[in-house]
Nanobody, 118 residues
Framework: VQLQASGGGLVQPGGSLRLSCAASGFTLDYYGIGWFRQAPGKEREAVSCINNMGGSTYYVDHLKGRFSISRDNAKNTVFLQMNSLKPEDTAVYYC????????????WGQGTLVTVSS
């Protein structure tokens, strides 16, 4: 069971990035997938989750409207579209495998670093 987050990089404030969370060795179909982030010196923060059927999405309140989560089960991948990025969005972003209803998470993938800076 392996999850791999990718798509991070350096972006200017106001810019956009799309992160991907790809699974290898198993199918994501039955799992909720969550995105989390951890900024330097701060605790890990939940960002978003999408349930196993893709019909329900959840966001931490202060990111609603700027971030959007989606999944393509045919590609075995979950995406996090991040728009209007701010310097405070700088963090390592991780995806995690969870229950289908996004109530708990177990396996964590390697993170991808997002740096928002001019």
């Amino acid at each position: 069971v392996q999850l791999q987050a990718s798509g991070g990089g350096l972006v200017q404030p106001g810019g956009s990035l799309r992160l991907s969370c790809a699974a290898s060795g198993f199918t994501l179909d039955y799992y909720g997938i969550g995105w989390f982030r951890q900024a330097p010196g701060k605790e890990r923060e939940a960002v978003s989750c999408i349930n196993n059927m893709g019909g329900s999405t959840y966001y931490v309140d202060h990111l609603k409207g700027r971030f959007s989560i989606s999944r393509d089960n045919a590609k075995n991948t979950v995406f996090l579209q991040m728009n209007s990025l701010k310097p405070e969005d700088t963090a390592v972003y991780y995806c995690a495998l969870g229950r289908g209803d996004c109530t708990s998470f177990g396996s964590w993938g390697q993170g991808t670093l997002v740096t928002v800076s001019s």
